[in-house]
């Protein structure tokens, strides 16, 4: 299969992804979730949660339909807030602080704490005006500013050449995976500290998925990505560490390479082989 992967990929004109380097559990914590519960209504969606994750690495969440995977990353930047009774316990550190204390800014957070969904979902606005969006609510009306960072968003998006000639091109008029990149490119306009992208690839073609998975390790030496995904390749692929949730519940987090060589769990490895899923 990792052939398979790599003669596409070499086939796109695309680079090898290089695997993470060998990982310290002395790098710094970005997110610290303990004992995290979270209810919907009556349903337990979370059940006792912790689960840390660490700077400047990809960490994958895979897990069956209904595991709460998506439900997970969602408290991260508390867009579960957002839906009606839910209701949580426990703590989520982030730098330090509980996000889920009264006091906390949820849209603070939302800025440090960014959000790539399943399906590509840009404005129905220029490629420029989608980008420009983050930067003009936080209030950046530069025209000059603003340019410098169009340009360096889509860069860091790997999208720039494809679109600097047609920035007042609407972007809903782009090719599916042409959409998720300055859906990335937006998230990154802000400047944030984490990604989370939840199945960002599930609704695009092998050579668009390629070309994301790529993006997603050459950003991951400046910001902190979680990533839900069903693709038991693509979690090893590109993640440093692997979450494997069941019913809720972490059923075993660790080193991407040694959880998929070497499960501790029957689950876990029942899962990775494909027996149920």
């Known amino acids: 299969m990792v052939q ?39 349903h337990h969606a979370l059940k006792n949660i912790d689960l840390p994750i660490r700077e400047n690495e990809v960490t994958a969440i895979i897990g069956p339909s209904g595991c709460g995977k998506s439900t997970y990353i969602k408290t991260l930047n508390r867009m579960v807030d957002l839906i009606g009774g839910v209701r949580t316990s426990g703590e989520i550190i982030y730098r330090g602080r509980n996000i889920l204390d009264r006091g906390f800014s949820p849209e603070e957070l939302r800025t440090r704490v960014g959000m790539v969904f399943q399906k590509p979902n840009p404005f129905p606005k220029s490629i420029y005006d989608n980008v420009a969006y983050g930067p003009r609510i936080h209030g950046i009306r530069s025209k000059k500013l603003l340019d410098e960072i169009v340009e360096k968003s889509l860069r860091g998006a790997a999208i ?118």
């Open 4 to 42: 398979m992967i790599e003669r596409t990929r070499e086939r796109a004109g695309l680079k090898a992804i290089s695997r993470p380097p060998e990982l310290a559990d002395a790098r710094p914590l970005v997110f610290d979730t303990k004992r995290l519960n979270l209810w919907y209504g009556n």
């Open 160 to 277: 720039w050449e494809e679109v600097k000639d047609r920035l007042k091109a609407n972007a809903c008029s782009l090719s599916g995976g042409q959409q998720q990149r300055i859906c990335i490119a937006r998230a990154l306009a802000v400047e944030p500290d984490v990604i989370l992208m939840d199945e960002p690839t599930s609704a695009l073609d092998p050579i668009s998925t390629l070309r994301v998975e790529e993006l997603v390790q050459e950003l991951r030496d400046d910001y902190s990505i979680v990533i839900v995904t069903h693709n038991m390749q693509q979690a090893g692929r590109i993640s440093g560490r692997t979450a494997f949730f069941l019913n809720g519940e972490v059923i075993e987090y660790d080193e991407t390479g040694k959880m998929f060589s070497n499960p501790e769990d029957k689950r876990t490895e029942d899962y990775i082989s494909g027996r149920f899923g």
